[in-house]
């Protein structure tokens, strides 16, 4: 029997097979890299590393073994923050290199060719994030309303470039209002990335059951990854979602998650007050998916013990591995 693949975690390299429970798309800090660096005393470390620890500690409770934190540049990517938090949770943690951007890019990228831009990103899988020895296990891009700019259209075709090369796979930050999605995937494999090694995330977002299968039939795996998000679609309209998908068998492509961010700094703490109190709270953090998602699914006959082993574990890790279907 051919060896167990390896996965890069933030602790060293992993047999995939011991991933175990897995949340695919979780941040455990969500802040912008150039204010951070610019006005440091803005933000508050402990504070920081506190709910980062502490939110970690609510998704182990429910068994969680493994969380996937897609936090790239321009999102406050710090390998080093998420090492400490390893540490001092035992979780393990599976980071990532790539460019969070909707539109533009630093001049640095804008200036230099895909193929260069694709070097930096290679360079993290098999060399190490950020002068550390902690390598990255798949590579983040992102599309979002501004639709597939130059500058985004850059990234991704540097990210399929560096995901050939190393064998890595590909999440993208996706947007259903606009239906991003097929675009994505058609620039991704227009370079010659298998569609098997591709995650397009948040399309939880819509509601709209027959688009999210449009974009499973191209045979990527699709994040419902936003559970807990204050703001519409509820918790009550993403269950029936995941529910409908089941029923029609896309349980083997699903990566179900909540987007947490343990802290973030996009808005100042009166607006996310007034997201929230507009919105919909979560007061599960991490946990929401198995406190009421989950137990929702049961009821509905939408999962069974299998199914849930699926979404919880051999998706996240199928996709990790680039395995195929099984
Ligand atoms: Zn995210």
Redesign the pocket.
Known sequence: MAPAPQINTVSGPLDATALGKTLG?E?LRFRDDAVAANWPSRYDPAAELRAAVDAVGVAMAHGVRTIVD?TAMNAGRDVRFLARVAELTGVQIVACTGIYTFDRLPFYFENRSVDVMADHFAEDVEQGIQGTDVRAAFIKVAADEPGITPGVEKVHRAAARAALRTGVPIMA?SAPAVDNGPRQVQLLLEEGVDPAHVQI?HYGDTTDVDQIERLLELGVYVGL?RFGSPRPPFTAARIDVAAELLRRGRGDRLVVSH?FCATIDWFPPETMEAIVREGESNPYGMGLVFERVVPALLEAGALDDAALQRLFADNPRNWLTGAQRT
């Open positions: 798309h941040h897609p930050h995330c990854d987007d």
